[in-house]
């Protein structure tokens, strides 16, 4: 699919030279693009991937597509909590401790996928697109501190979707379960499941920001973005689900589709806004068109008051996220300058 708008926010963009930018999930899609144009720009961008064939072939692509781009692959298994706790001993052997880190974009994500649970024991979906990444946050707030300390500024980016949208988070979604215990895998069990994390990714944004705001640390940036639709991965796994599920997948996507399919590169200028460009603490960058106002298009923001975001802004909402997040990690997340 051929990108509509991207090629001139991507011309656009300001230089990153100088700048160290941390992405997960990078082997495909929004987090592909985003690790291109950051290098492509001059930063300096960490890989953050679970160890596979995949990691390494779009590691050999990225460094093919920006032969100048400096490329750091580091093994994050969002799905294996032992994994992300691995990273801040990576990091430090690579760059020397004390070392910053000006951006930490949690991208990776999954959609679609049975009611199944990780060798930790919490719900798949939630665990790779929530749990992992507030635990991937505390192991890397020393370096985004450090930066923040150098420049005047970090920040934490964090990939929503319009699937945060539905009833309020549930603590069950945080807690350990066992298979087929959320619901199953039938529609809407499995989207349900979803909504939650995008929702849990939202909310933990602005919990976030609260916390560094109270710890004097409001120069690190907590920003939260959603790509639309677009023609990602995610939307792959999502069609043609249906025979795995025993729903009615395919029909939701030819649904969805309709509204207005936009490119990868066109998905994933909200994200990239949200590392490079002018942002504020507590924004979500969506795209601008659609029938929902964030289906496709450039890049615009959100920012309070907006009562269409209540449920990712409530403050009950912030404290049981942190609160479920703590105990599924098995430590205490406390921020302090």
């Not at 020397?96 to 959609?111: E, F, K, P, S, T």
């Not at 689900?241 to 990868?264: E, H, K, L, T, Y």
């Not at 890049?299 to 309070?304: H, I, N, T, W």
Request: aromatic share 6%; hydrophobic share 40%; glycine share 10%.
């Amino acid at each position: 699919m051929t990108p509509k708008w991207f090629p001139d926010f991507d011309a656009n963009l300001p230089s990153m030279a100088g700048k160290r930018v941390a992405i997960t999930g990078t082997t495909s899609g929004t987090g592909f693009i985003a690790a291109a144009a950051c290098a492509r720009k001059g930063a300096e961008v960490i890989l953050l991937n679970r160890q596979s064939q995949r990691a390494t072939d779009s590691e050999a692509k990225l460094r093919a597509l920006v032969p100048e781009g400096v490329f750091v692959p580091m093994t994050c298994d969002c799905q294996d909590f032992s994994s992300v706790r691995s990273i801040k001993g990576l990091f430090d052997t690579q760059f020397g401790a004390g070392a910053g880190l000006d951006v930490l974009a949690c991208n990776a994500g999954i959609m679609a996928h049975p009611d199944k649970i990780t060798k930790d024991g919490f719900e798949i979906q939630m665990q790779t697109n929530h749990l992992s990444h507030f635990l991937l946050v505390k192991e890397l707030l020393p370096a985004l501190q450090a930066s923040n300390k150098e420049k005047g500024e970090a920040r934490i980016v964090i990939m929503s979707s319009s699937a945060r949208k539905g009833i309020a988070l549930e603590a069950k979604y945080f807690q350990k379960s066992s298979e087929g215990s959320l619901g199953g895998d039938a529609t809407p069990a499995c989207f349900d499941r979803y909504h939650q994390s995008k929702l849990a990714n939202a909310v933990f944004t602005f919990a976030l920001e609260a916390k560094l705001n109270a710890a004097g640390l409001g120069s690190i940036k907590a920003v939260c973005c959603t790509p639309g639709l677009a023609a990602t991965s995610l939307v792959d796994n999502l069609q043609g689900a249906g025979s795995s599920f025993g729903c009615c997948v395919d029909c939701v996507f030819g649904c969805i589709s309709s509204a207005g399919m936009q490119s990868p590169e066109d998905g994933t200028m909200p994200l990239l806004h949200g590392i490079a460009k002018d942002v504020q603490s507590g924004d979500i960058w969506l795209p601008s068109g659609g029938p929902d106002g964030e289906t496709y298009g450039l890049p615009r923001v959100s920012r309070r008051p907006n009562p269409k975001e209540k449920l990712c802004m409530d403050p009950a909402a912030m404290e049981m996220l942190w609160s479920e997040s703590e105990k599924a990690i098995l430590e205490t997340f406390t921020i302090s300058a």
